[in-house]
């Protein structure tokens, strides 16, 4: 998948693509026909595999089914006609999606493209961490201007600059690891009536109902099956868990930026960006693409949050069907974003010399603050004094560390 | 195009997809080059027509140029590279895309997807006019039950309740009036020196320039040439449209969702979706489709909006970019649910019996505060008073006769 | 009023402050009571003056009021309840509020309210696009470096540099001329049937009712009285009206912030902000602020076109409710941020020298694309050429000359 | 505090006002001087209680305090002037605020307020999920209709309802659990410089720097004392779980308005609201009120991630002062919304009756589900199935259980 107005949008590769989220819902489909045959209710003879179903459903074009999809309001109802089509008479075309409803489908295949999306951007972030506790320990001692509203402040320490770049990616990194998959197996209105009256003629119809489903979430590795139809959670925390990447890429992208302009010359991105027209440019182009994600993020986040208030009875009507896009879009494009911070910060280049003469340039005024505090304290004031930041370097490191070890596992 | 996550996305067919603006930008390069053959600057050996560089691209997938895009950060970069591939040792090549900048391509290129979306748009807008207008007049005497905070009010009719949806999209109808979609010719920065350098041999190369910019404009049937690299009103107020058409329409929908509950009745879309799982229900799915879009575009539009505001300079370090995608997104959007608007609108079933059976229902409570009032002026109540709403009526409806007189010539 | 969490706040003095609306509310009722006296349907002894009005509020605190608010949903209740019992045993205290709804008061109090702000914000942008055109006409020929996604691109002017601003606040100016003030005189549900009613002993009641309803927004000053009580084009318009403002002041800002950076130093405030701890700094304080206006400004703007959008029926639940506050913080702190741009602009340093010296420090590099267009048309390049901008320039100046002579008048 | 334009923002009381933020700052600066004094840095006589420099600050309206924030952007800069006046030619007042920055007062005063804010936002959470869980198990048997985009799906209990309810404000609870409020003591650039200069003359400054931090956090009671000037997480994550609480609440009152429609008429409020022109209506204002916090609040989550995403160097220009006013409005919001629900749920009326009236209405096709499924089975089926929910229904409880235990400790 591409995306030729969202440059980079090929590094998602076919993540959340339409290709994916099909095969996701036909995922959905085998291990629900897998969980009934497991708990008895459907005979051995029901079970088709995904890879089945997927040729089956290859002989349509995917535009057809999303065609198709409008008449219902979402794809689940073609695909299954379809997908009961290929099966013929059979017992499998027989039990496939029975006790399921839509929203069961589609919510679990937003769980599995999720989750893979997820698992991504987390070794991605694992990736930048381990880069940047190694671009803290080298600057430790390398000598910067702070600067404030724009403006130099006092004497600070590149490393430290780094370890606050760190330390957003590393609450980005922890917030992942909260993350749950859930899926869900509710049927209509998620009573699992239909599921337990399809197993009627079995002992304790409803227990084996909810057995069903803990099969289907098992055999797709994702935690639980309760219904969420209404309450989104699950949703809202995965936009939550990108916007906390994309806030922390941004901050990065936003030094990177300002830290490469010519006139400071700081920092500048490994290999720069050409123009169409200036033949000497070299554009710190993966910032601005970063920043770019950074920016868009945050409306789509609120549409999640949006949708999630809106949530009405059953099933919500309009705010449910805002989420598939928009979720699908804010993810792909953390993937993205994430993919290119790796780049941004792996390639990054540091010019300390030039670190070093704009402190010099900023002069006697960025050592006011330690003047004047030396003098009410009584104390001749350090010459040049880079501050007492260890502890927190330190602190960060230690969590950079353990993610590493985890990584390692 | 179409969009398995966004149910009804091929009503928008072609409009501003990947193809369609790899067109634009071709569109864009080709009236380029005969502005400056008009002007005198290049040789009519330059001269190439659209559809000439349309086959030269489409030897190279859009995938291609696509992934191609993120190493200079925007799509015109590869794709001047394979136009001047395709077009050998030529003058042509020679003259592509010289004095632009990528900006320029891009957005001239954001204007020409989006006009012909909005006209689109327009069309539906129209349509819905003369539907509701109707519907108006058809029903000026039906009588049902307003509803305020969820409750039974005063009487009403169904008329009324029509004209407040028509007051709506007449309003949308006339800030779509009002959209401009202006060419921008500026090179690098907003300057046009390129372009005076290209002309440095003839007289007043600096008028030239601009002449060069106008004709362009003119061939691509765009207003004005003048650049807005870093003014970005032309894409705010195509946003500002887009959500004036949506909230519209929400409201309508909203309306019939609610008015199409079992349990009142009044409405019922042409024809219902069906359930995968339940076969009997009658899913109003225009209206859960077209509150989907409306719920979701207001983010899409503040994003536009934040992008404006993160300006910068004679170029936006990622704010600029965050705006292709963002706005092709929230304009399709917009023509699909217009399109699917002007389904619900003409398709729409009244009944007229379940709006008198709910106002009987409702009983004497509805009439509270007509009696109060009576009894304050010393008056006999009116048995069951419809409301002064005639002119108000008169107003929408001949806003209604004055568009559709538009639309007519 | 003033804000402590948001400095500037008192810039806005007590527009839209919850004084301001008790008057604009009290404003309504009076004129309604005038209304319906002018048009014969109440007696001349029902005639009350807001200020007697404002008075009797006067005598229970506004903090009264607002908790007294939240059991009806809204303050029209209790204020009403409050002036009845001021008014006592009378013809006024009996025909105050008679025909309207909350709905009527609050939302015609909103157009109030909403109309003395943008009145002050066209003056500021006024006063702005007076100070721009100076200033673009005296630094027509000033040269500078333009600068592309950060980096350095080609020579250009200052003057052109402000053009740009001036374009922008130009369109926001445009877009306030186009804002419609309508109040809103429906009753319960925008029928108008209990105004009717209370005319019930004359003749054609109805259109009596509605010559009370012209009357009242006629004494108020405001534009039509038709009901719009879930058609929300008047809020959201105000709106996007602001968000042009803060669009364009955004853009200014963020250019002022990356110009008076000390290794740039091209642009300063007039008088920069004080430091807690650092006694060397002058800060771009105003920059700062009214950039915070810009990036918070398209949040506010998104929920009141979510609030739009999900109109419902005859009274929206919830989604009328927001738009008070929303639209109350937006528009104050579009006159607040309009107050410190005025200041901003009339301050502004601009350092020639420093604009001379970074485009020589820049060097060879940003006469590059000169260069190779002169190749290409085979002319000499240009030594330093700062573009053919003046007929972009003169439309902005000739747009400016035409607000000027508009604000003489 | 009370707002008119927000009905039911008294129930916030002194949350997060102008008062309460004072006051906040206030105590940071008191800690800090004692932190000074317990690491031996300043002398014992510069022991200055927070309740003296509250009496100090006193003397100075509020309001003329945040006036002079703006000309140095902040009101720290006034209050330390306003306290340093106040404390005359004393220790005191000469160790008052050394070492810190502005945005170290700023930030953990607003970690001061958010930690207030939450621990009653945490408490109408608790109380709720046993209101909620007592309301579960009393109709886990009550019969009702299910209805899945407005349209009836399958027979349902009101218990299962309840649960999903439930679901949600258990999920807010959990989330609110994982919340942390870091103070922030970094001084200029968080790089504690200025305080290991004040710590000049003692033995290893950098370590007492930071020990003078941890004291202070210990006093406020906020964990760590680590700067995160510009990684903005502690905000962002209040946000998130502001909308985590609004959205549960949304779900909850787009549910109530739902179901106490007259056509419905399955539950109503306790007490409903009154109207100003219609003496029959009975409102659902708790419920309107609180869809209304839940839509407003995505947009301002989103100001947060924006701020989040625009972190620049070691003090962002502009989006720092965003989040000052935005998470006040948000949080409080939440606070007013947590309260209100806590009434809503307690003063919920169900009315088991209509329920069993509507699915009996409801007819037939709401079976139709079940009876396909049973066809597919072979079996015959149930006469009205409710689902088997128990599982779910028992996992929620089991979750509330546990809250209740954790609320009573």
Sequence with gaps: MTDLLWPGDHRAGRIFSDGAF?????AVEAAWSSGLIEVGVAPA????????????A??????????????????????????????????AANWLHRGLTSQDVIDTALMLCAAEAFAQIQADLAEQISVLAHLTVQHRATPMVARTLTQYAVPMTFGLKVTGWLRGILDAHEQLERLEFPAQIGGAAGTLAAVAELAGSLDDPATIAVQAGCATARELGLSSANPWHTVRTSITRCGDAALGCTDA????????????????????????????????KANPVLSVLIRRA????????????????????????????????????????????????????????????????????????????????????????????????????????????????????
């Design 294 to 409: 950074a920016l868009a993020a945050p409306s789509l986040g609120a549409s999640l949050h949006v949708s999630a208030a809106d949530a009405l009875e059953e099933r919500s009507s309009g705010a449910w069907h805002v989420e598939w896009e928009t979720l699908r879009t804010l993810v792909r494009r953390t993937v993205v974003a994430g993919s290119q911070a790796s780049a941004l910060v792996t390639g990054l280049q540091v010019h300390g010399d030039r670190m070093r003469a704009n402190i010099d340039a900023a002069g006697d005024a960025v050592r006011s603050e330690q003047r004047t505090m030396a003098a009410i304290a009584g104390n001749a004031p350090a010459a040049e004094y880079l501050g007492a930041t260890d502890e927190f370097i330190e602190a960060e490191l230690s969590r950079a560390a353990a993610v590493s070890r985890g990584a390692d596992r």
């Design 22 to 26: 099909l095969d996701a819902m036909i």
């Design 45 to 56: 003879s029901a079970r088709v595999s995904a890879e089945h179903l997927r040729g089956l």
């Design 58 to 91: 290859g002989k349509v074009p995917v535009e057809q089914l999303s065609v198709a999809a409008e008449s219902g309001g979402n794809p689940v109802i073609p695909l299954v006609r379809t997908l009961r089509d290929g099966l013929g008479d059979s017992a």
């Design 249 to 280: 890429w941004g901050h990065l992208a936003n030094d990177v930026l300002t830290l490469s302009r010519p006139e400071i010359g700081e920092l500048s991105e490994g290999a720069g960006g050409g123009s169409s027209t200036m033949p000497h």
